[in-house]
């Protein structure tokens, strides 16, 4: 079974901190993929980011990073320099051959 | 262009009563999902159709939930005897094929009084 834990269920900072949301993932496949979805007050999911098990390479997008390592089965992602718009529920995913497994979500709030 | 459609925004409806859920893909994307997110809660799979294939129901919490896709496009959800616990936004997502990334309508938010 394929399973996503996001341990973490409300973060807050101060605008301009740094922040790294957790997130750990159970499967059983070699090949998979995982993803980064972002829900603002809006409601709306945004895709942020899919990276497939075979590229542990980090990726930077602007204040954007994300780690991930097989070994401890972990898709961490980092805001840099954290803005009052990062404010959202970040939802990891994993997904092998549909539908996406979800994660509970991490609630950020950013405070002025 | 376009995104997903979702249709309506908001429902209100009676318990016992049928209601049913409308989503507009992406042009194009062979894939569609149906997610339900109760109040807190993460995304809670429904049903899933993929091109021409049989749907996969696995996700449907009950008989009372149905789902059918005309035309490889566009969906309905059908909740049948609603109940006070079927009260949630209901998401529909489109993508390109399998493991593609999703793309998420705006939602429907059901409330079951």
């Known amino acids: 079974a394929q399973k996503v834990t996001q341990a973490q269920t409300e973060i807050s900072v101060v605008e301009k901190e740094d922040v790294t949301l957790d997130c750990v993932y159970e499967?059983?496949?070699?090949?998979?993929?995982l993803f980064w979805y972002k829900q603002p007050p809006s409601g709306e999911l945004v895709f942020l980011i899919r990276?497939?098990?075979?590229?542990?390479q980090n990726e930077i997008s602007g204040r954007y990073s994300w780690n991930f390592q097989k070994s401890t089965s972990s898709f961490n992602f980092t805001i840099t320099a954290s803005q009052v718009v990062d404010s959202a529920v970040y939802f990891c995913?994993?997904?092998?051959?549909?539908?996406?497994?979800f994660g509970k979500g991490t609630r950020l709030s950013v405070i002025a | 262009g376009a995104g997903v459609s979702q249709s309506p925004s908001n429902k209100v409806t009676e318990k016992g009563k049928d209601v049913e859920l409308r989503c507009d893909p992406i042009?194009?994307?062979?894939?569609l999902y149906w997610y339900r997110q109760s109040l807190g809660q993460g995304l809670e799979f429904l049903i899933y159709f993929q091109g021409n294939s049989a749907p996969d129901k696995s996700g449907l919490p009950s008989d009372r939930f149905s789902a059918e896709r005309t035309g490889g496009s566009v969906s309905t959800l059908t909740i049948q005897r609603t109940q006070q616990e079927d009260s949630a936004v209901y998401l529909c997502?489109?993508?390109?094929?399998?493991?593609?990334?999703?793309?998420f309508g705006n939602g429907t938010r059901l409330t079951v009084t």
């Open positions: 499967t059983r496949d070699t090949t998979y993929y």
């Open positions: 997502a489109s993508s390109f094929r399998g493991d593609s990334p999703l793309h």
């Open positions: 995913a994993l997904s092998r051959n549909t539908p996406l497994v």
């Open positions: 990276r497939n098990s075979f590229d542990e």
């Open positions: 042009s194009g994307h062979t894939a």
